[in-house]
């Protein structure tokens, strides 16, 4: 007996959010000590993984255009998934740094656009059959997990294997994205600069102020935590420790998320969620210890889970359905590429000038002004909608 479409539609988003993210759980925390290998310095390192967030100012505003234009967003993921498999299999023969940036920006050209796009068919599902976006979002968390634990424990060198696994999760990622179905009908043909109108409303800009701040500050944790962790003499086990970690802790704040932080403003969640980090990053300038950097990764279920389903929860509430996929681009574009820009490249060569404590003693100061300024934010005119409703 064939599930009922609303069934059937749950477990192809949440399928598709465990196999990127498990795809994310290996990259985002090895890559850059496999990139170390290959005899780059921090800073070459720093200026490769920038190459990402650069093109996510470009590539998914053009997507999301196109996915609120066309209603296709299920079909634009399968052609990116494909072209970010065959992307990233170069890595397997760059050696040089020039080769590298290549196949970092042929990547980056595709993969930039799966969260955006996901999102949108994921709102979209949730305001059509109901339900809560946090918990599909949660299956995301738990790939991610998965594939960072694992690998951890399992990897005892820095080598090839850090491309092959994830290369392996990219491949299944493209049948699975034919089990996608869009939401919506297309849509009354946006002009092409619709969503950048968005920017015209002064919360709209007072948030992708404050993560696109918070992003950048998180940028030594996630460029330079394996770097930090081998120039300390410990274990790659406490890199994969600490992910998994700081990821269980994000799949209980999503879980818990619709009850225990859905009754607040999206504004004050993200306020409490930048101080949280301020606290996490001040922990990790202060040690040097493998037990305290794990006893502080449960905190990144603010520093990640309560800030990404709170700024969801806030474009919910202030951008149109049918701007939908461009308003979650343009807050990708700006929070995670002009943030993660900045981050990256900032970052690289801050931990060569300033080590690696002294660089979270630096992120730690840059969220508490992410905190004052989300707090700028007024609530919505007309009173706040129901998170989960939207």
Do not use: N
């Not at 394996?226 to 890199?239: D, N, R």
């Not at 006893?295 to 929860?313: I, M």
């Not at 508490?368 to 007024?378: K, Y």
């Amino acid at each position: 007996m064939p599930a009922p479409p609303q069934a059937a539609g749950h477990v192809s988003l949440a399928g598709f959010y465990f196999l990127y993210y498990a795809t994310v759980g290996i990259v985002l925390p090895f890559l850059p000590a496999y990139l170390k290998s290959l005899s780059l310095s921090a800073t070459q390192v720093g200026l490769l993984l920038s190459i990402s967030p650069c093109l996510s100012l470009l590539a998914p505003p053009l997507w999301g255009h196109l996915a609120d234009r066309t209603g296709r967003a299920a079909r634009m993921l399968t052609g990116l998934a494909l072209g970010a498999t065959l992307a990233f299999s170069l890595l397997l023969v760059a050696r040089s740094f020039p080769a590298l940036v290549a196949s970092m920006a042929t990547y980056a050209v595709f993969a930039t656009s799966f969260t955006p796009l996901i999102d949108s068919l994921a709102m979209h599902h949730v305001a059509r059959t109901g339900g809560s976006y946090a918990h599909l979002r949660l299956f995301g968390s738990l790939g991610f997990i998965a594939s960072s634990v694992v690998f951890g424990l399992l990897v005892s060198r820095v080598d090839e294997r850090l491309v092959l696994a994830p290369l392996g999760l990219l491949a299944l990622l493209v049948p699975w994205t034919l089990t996608l179905r869009d939401s919506a009908a297309p849509g009354p043909r946006p002009h092409p600069l619709a969503g950048l109108r968005l920017l015209r409303h002064p919360d709209f800009r007072w948030l992708l102020a404050a993560t696109s701040l918070h992003w950048l500050a998180c940028a030594p944790y996630h460029g330079s935590l394996s770097i930090h962790v081998m120039a300390l003499g410990l274990s790659p086990a406490v890199v994969g420790l600490t992910a998994g970690a700081g990821v269980v802790a994000e799949v209980v704040v999503m879980a818990l998320y619709p009850r225990l932080l859905g009754r607040f403003a999206p504004r004050h969640v993200l306020g409490f969620a930048f101080a949280a980090s301020a606290l996490r990053w001040g922990g990790m300038a202060l040690t040097s210890s493998a037990g305290v950097l794990v006893t502080l990764a449960p905190l990144h279920g603010l520093t990640f889970g309560a800030f990404y389903v709170a700024s969801v929860a806030f474009l919910a509430r202030r951008v149109p359905p049918e701007l939908r996929a461009s308003g979650q681009a343009l807050f990708a574009a700006v929070t995670f590429g002009l943030g993660g820009l900045l981050g990256y490249a900032s970052s690289g060569a801050a931990y060569d000038w300033l080590g690696g404590h002294r660089l979270f003693a630096v992120a730690a100061a840059l969220e508490l002004v992410a905190a004052a300024l989300v707090l700028q934010a007024a609530p919505p005119e007309g009173g706040p909608r129901p998170v989960e409703a939207s």
